[in-house]
């Protein structure tokens, strides 16, 4: 019970939580109109509880676009170029992902009314655009291939292992030199 209270606690604990039980949801509602376990009614209660999940982690983030930018204004003080522009560029990104997405948590409140498919596609376009996140995919991405060619699922020379194993290294050690890098929760 001290680890629920723990991580309630926090908002980006808050915000995993909400996380678990709005993908749940998810695939609940899914799963049962897939295999027609259930009635309509039922299905849309579940897919209620979704959306509201989703708005509420909507709300949780509500107004950090405005730390995004910031944050962006700050790294223009870096002295290496091409950090300076990878930074700003994806601190950039995620404050228009998060301006994006509060658009979306208005219009799902019924403030606004929009056109929610097109806001949401230009939401997940500033969200891909984020450095950190795309660092640590590659990271994993690499690191997954190891063991995959350990298994023999994939063949990889021992020369792609060692040059996948030091890329994945790099990226892992990265974000202790440059902060900037650190994955962190939106």
């Given at each position: 019970m001290e680890i629920i209270v723990s991580i309630n606690n926090q908002t980006s604990g808050r915000d995993k939580i909400a996380r678990l039980i709005q993908y749940s949801s998810k695939a609940l509602w899914y799963f049962i109109q897939q295999n027609r376990l259930s009635d309509t009614k039922n299905i849309e209660k579940i897919k209620r509880l979704e959306h509201v999940?989703?708005?509420f982690r909507k709300l949780l983030r509500f107004g950090r676009f405005i730390e995004s930018f910031y944050g962006a204004s700050k790294t223009l003080k870096t002295s290496d170029q091409?950090?300076?522009?990878?930074?700003?560029?994806?601190?950039?990104?995620?404050?228009?992902?998060?301006?994006?997405d509060h658009v979306i948590c208005l219009e799902k409140t019924g403030l606004?009314?929009?056109q929610?498919?097109?806001w949401s596609s230009m939401s997940s376009r500033y969200w891909i655009d984020h450095k950190d996140i795309i660092v640590d995919t590659?990271?994993?991405?690499?690191?997954?291939m190891l063991p995959m060619s350990s298994?023999?699922?994939?063949?990889?020379?021992p020369g792609t292992v060692g040059l996948l194993g030091a890329f994945s290294s790099i990226l892992g050690i990265l974000?202790?030199?440059?902060p900037l890098f650190k994955l962190r929760q939106p």
């Open positions: 999940f989703s708005t091409l950090l300076k522009f990878t930074c700003t560029l994806s601190k950039l990104a995620f404050g228009m992902y998060l301006f994006c606004m009314e929009i929610s498919q097109k590659f990271k994993n991405l690499f690191d997954l298994l023999g699922y994939v063949r990889l020379s974000p202790l030199i440059r």
